[in-house]
T-cell receptor, first 110, second 114 residues
Framework: NAGVTQTPKFRILKIGQSMTLQCTQD?????MYWYRQDPGMGLKLIYY???????DKGEVPNGYNVSRSTTEDFPLRLELAAPSQTSVYFC?????????FGDGTRLSIL | DQQVKQNSPSLSVQEGRISILNCDYT??????FLWYKKYPAEGPTFLIS?????DKNEDGRFTVFLNKSAKHLSLHIVPSQPGDSAVYFC?????????????FGEGTQLTVNP
């Protein structure tokens, strides 16, 4: 019973590098989300998708891109990593509330 | 503009006693509220929710109270257990329909001492 799976769990990037955070869900949920959580802060919505081929910006989309080619997968791309993007990233999915979360990717940019 | 606010970053209680976690919101369009629990190195897990048509929802040791006029909700845990030690997030949404975007508070670290 996998639910929402995120890879990698940890990553260190150099400034200016790019990478893709992977997220896949096996619950056939139409809705998927990417959040970031900074220390002492709540989760901030980066991007979300209401179904394959449809994505939209959340509260903090700058510096990120997403795609949704299948129902299962919702990767998050960082094109030019900056220190301000050091955070823990959570992917979530839902059909109706509540959202189900993955265990997160801890990303450090040095 | 912090629309959902948890003013207490931390709370410490004794095992067996009541834990009360508070949450305030400013957006009157919020109609559905959730509490999530988060352990270190794990994602948030859903705990309990409440719709604005109710003022109380109970699930075992967990009860959520909603005061719409005060734009305030609280989570009561009775009795508290050491395994309840975690960060608790309050979240709000305009509705319960599919894919509603959630707005989260900052979280409260609950520590239950044996």
């Amino acid at each position: 019973n996998a639910g929402v799976t995120q890879t990698p769990k940890f990553r260190i990037l150099k400034i200016g590098q790019s990478m893709t955070l992977q997220c896949t869900q096996d619950m056939n949920h139409n809705y998927m989300y990417w959040y970031r959580q900074d220390p002492g802060m709540g989760l901030k919505l980066i991007y979300y998708s209401v179904g394959a081929g449809i994505t939209d910006k959340g509260e903090v989309p700058n510096g990120y891109n997403v795609s949704r080619s299948t129902t299962e997968d919702f990767p998050l791309r960082l094109e030019l990593a900056a220190p301000s993007q050091t955070s823990v990233y959570f992917c979530a999915s839902s059909s109706q509330a509540p959202q189900h979360f993955g265990d997160g990717t801890r990303l450090s940019i040095l | 503009d912090q629309q959902v606010k948890q003013n207490s970053p931390s709370l410490s209680v004794q095992e067996g006693r009541i834990s009360i976690l508070n949450c305030d919101y400013t957006n009157s369009m919020f109609d559905y509220f959730l509490w999530y629990k988060k352990y270190p190195a794990e994602g948030p897990t859903f705990l309990i929710s409440i719709s604005s048509i109710k003022d109380k929802n109970e699930d075992g040791r967990f009860t959520v109270f909603l005061n719409k006029s005060a734009k305030h909700l609280s989570l009561h845990i009775v009795p508290s257990q050491p395994g309840d030690s975690a960060v608790y997030f309050c979240a709000a949404s305009p509705d319960l329909t599919s894919g509603s975007r959630l707005t989260f508070g900052e979280g409260t670290q609950l520590t239950v001492n044996p």
